[in-house]
């Protein structure tokens, strides 16, 4: 069967990462101009192939091109959207709060859109529109803020600083793709909040109903850990899991529970489609039954504040049910994913850079593909052993279609998914149902206690699996990294698998062998070229990294000797007072990073080492630094600021 809904947005797709990856400065009207070009053609191509068949496919080439061209035009032109020059110098600046300030140590977060700068009369001046990351430093006066509300603060904006060599990640990319164009911070007494009632915007409008629904969970007294996968699990809400429990999900391979998306729609559809079934038995009833489905599904993501996984899970659910009433085939399934991307991405094309629409589409794919493929190995009339292989080829299906991806962005894989899969999905089913049930009868004495405790009770039982998952030896292979060649080869390696399968085809099986090999030579040669080990003065520590280890290296007296480079680490004043004895050596330090709370002086370590360099972290004032630097010219050591980059690497 053909689809060229998708073909075409395999094209724009194609287009979006093109133009953003190789050509990121290149202006929008040359792309324009191109595109109106091409389209000029396209009628007098549309009649020629009307009546010259043998001209199909340079239209369909045609086509492809003008939807490559218009993925270059949508990624350029959101890409001027988000990019913006600030100011280094301090400012007063009014913004919108975009998302629910979160507490991030002594500090709250929250992305802000910013309107504009605020002049002298009180008036927003200066026209903005860009969204940032503001960290707030609360005081006495501060007073709960909620999405929607108004603030204004003085501080500086900066672009986001990426150390990638360190932390082997990309930050200022993640936060571009996300549409953030810089970071803040804004001390106390420096800002305040702007209290709105009634925000114009339906997104603030569902997030404040998600923090309400919060509120009433925290209400019920449940425990922390219980409360907190409730309301990841219910209204997406993750704020308040802990590290140590988003690590138990990860290992146990079901943190997809804990991301509100297709497999919480697909449990809140079953449970509607189950209880609204007598409809279809009226005239006209599979119409109203399906639209009734799509309204409460609707519901259901306006009260989980419209995320973008949500919107997305219900947005492919909602074409499904309406294409299923239209056309009464297999096709609707493989339509609306495709539909779906396409809509998404027309709408914002930086959602194909992130992680959670690659692997949602990805394992959508992958099910609909090779759902068939697994289910049809097991053969039985026993219901309990069909519902179980079912539900492991699902699993195994997604967890297929998805594995170049995990391995590519996150080196684990969780040995006994399979095992732990099999029981998220109908506790899943009990939770979401009695949340559901919870919140609209809890105001009833006798059942809403019942509905509660069921809720509590089946919640505490999935974390218990899933930490005894988490324990079992063995539950999590790490350190599996693969490289973008090597997962591409691997999806040609998945899709010759299923070619296989299919149709046992001597070329796909040339394929699956060809491509082992080449995943074998690709990872001989990373072993091969691994990078050496390397020490790094990064967030006023000394770090030693040995391939993906790391680890944080301390002493009592901040020296340290790591196969002969000698590094002193100074973050207090315990140098200050030191004096170097008559009968003691100078001795040598190849590096001395001074950070934050270092309160001596360059020419007093002199006294004492034989400095080579000097290393000031960021985290040193603006005046101290200055002062550091200028000692470091009148007593010609070699002087370096941390200052741009987050840190400094010094290979062993």
């Known amino acids: 069967m053909d689809y060229p809904l998708f073909r075409l947005t395999v094209f724009l797709a194609a287009g979006i990462f093109f133009f953003d990856r ?34 199909n496919y340079g239209f369909g080439v045609l086509i492809s091109l003008c939807f490559f061209l218009i993925g270059g035009v949508l990624v350029l032109f959101q890409r ?91 930050y200022r990319r993640y936060l571009f793709t996300k549409g953030i164009s810089g970071t803040a911070i804004a001390y106390a007494g420096n800002w305040t909040a702007v209290k709105i009632d009634d925000p114009a915007s339906i997104r603030h409008k569902a997030l404040r109903c998600r923090d309400k629904v919060a509120d009433i969970y925290r209400s019920w007294g449940m425990d922390d850990d219980v409360q907190a996968v409730v309301s990841a699990l219910t209204i997406g809400d993750k704020s308040e899991l802990t590290d140590e429990l988003k690590a138990v999900y ?48 609707w519901a259901f993501a306006f009260i989980s504040g419209l995320s973008p996984s949500v919107v997305r899970a219900v947005t492919m659910c909602s074409l499904y049910l ?52 697994f289910s049809g190995f097991v053969q039985c009339r026993n219901r309990l052993v069909t519902y179980l292989w079912n539900t492991l080829s699902v699993s195994m299906a997604a967890q297929l279609g998805t594995l170049p991806l995990i391995l590519y962005y996150f080196g684990t894989f969780p040995t006994y998914f399979l095992l732990a899969n099999l029981v998220v999905g109908p506790l899943a089913i009990l939770i979401l149902s009695s949340a559901m049930a919870s919140l609209l009868l809890s105001g009833l004495p006798f059942v809403g206690d019942i509905c509660i405790k069921t809720l509590e009770s089946s919640t505490t039982l999935l974390n218990k699996i899933m930490q005894f998952v988490h324990d ?48 074998g030579v690709v990872e001989i040669y990373k072993v091969r070229t691994q990078v ?21 290296i301390t002493t009592e007296t901040g020296l340290h000797n790591i196969k002969g480079i000698r590094v002193g680490v100074m973050k207090s004043a315990y140098w200050r ?36 360099t000097v290393v000031i972290d960021s985290s040193v004032s603006e005046r101290y630094r200055q002062f550091l630097k200028n000692e470091c010219e009148r007593l010609n050591i070699s002087c370096y600021e941390n200052s741009g980059q987050p840190s400094y690497r010094i290979l062993l």
């Not at 790490?478 to 299923?498: E, H, K, R, T």
């Open 577 to 612: 007072d030191v004096r170097l004895k008559s009968v003691d050596k100078l001795a040598t330090l190849d590096y001395v990073y001074i950070c934050r709370g270092f309160s001596g002086s360059i020419e007093h370590l002199a006294t004492l080492f034989d400095i080579k």
């Open 322 to 373: 309406v294409a299923s009433v239209l056309v009464d085939n297999g096709f609707c399934g493989f339509f609306s994913l495709s539909l779906t991307a396409f809509l998404m991405l027309v709408y914002q094309p930086m959602y194909l850079f992130d992680i959670s629409f690659q692997l949602s589409f990805v394992a959508v794919l992958s099910i609909i593909v090779f759902y068939p493929v």
């Open 22 to 55: 190789f050509l990121p400065d290149l202006s929008v009207w040359p792309l324009l101009l191109v595109l109106s070009c091409l389209l000029s053609f396209l009628f007098p191509s549309v009649i020629f192939k009307l009546r010259r068949p043998l001209l």
């Open 472 to 519: 079992i030896e063995g539950a999590q292979v790490s350190s599996v990294n693969f490289n973008w060649m090597q997962s591409l080869f691997a999806f040609i390696l998945i899709l010759s698998l299923f070619v296989y399968f299919r149709k046992h085809t001597p070329g796909s099986l040339i394929s699956i062998l060809l491509s082992l090999c080449f995943i």
């Open 80 to 170: 001027g959207k988000i990019e913006y020059s600030w100011d280094s110098d301090k400012s007063c600046y009014y913004g919108i709060v975009e998302s629910t300030p979160v507490l991030k140590g002594k500090t709250l977060r929250s992305e802000v859109l910013i309107v504009g700068n605020v002049c002298k009369d009180g008036t927003v001046g200066k026209f903005i529109d860009r969204n940032i990351l503001l960290y707030l430093m609360p005081d006495s006066s501060y007073c709960d803020m909620q999405c929607g509300d108004g603030i204004v603060f003085y501080s500086s904006i900066s672009k986001p600083i990426s150390d990638v060599e360190f932390m082997e990640f990309d």
């Open 532 to 552: 050496p080990p390397a020490l790094f003065l990064a967030r006023s520590e000394l770090y030693i990294r040995n391939g993906k280890d790391m680890k944080v």
């Open 250 to 297: 990860s290992a146990a391979g079901t943190s997809h529970v804990l991301a509100l998306s297709g497999l919480h729609v697909g449990i809140l559809s079953g449970i509607l489609y189950l209880l609204l079934y007598p409809l279809k038995r009226f005239r006209g009833g599979r119409l109203l039954h399906s639209l009734i489905v799509v309204g409460v599904l």
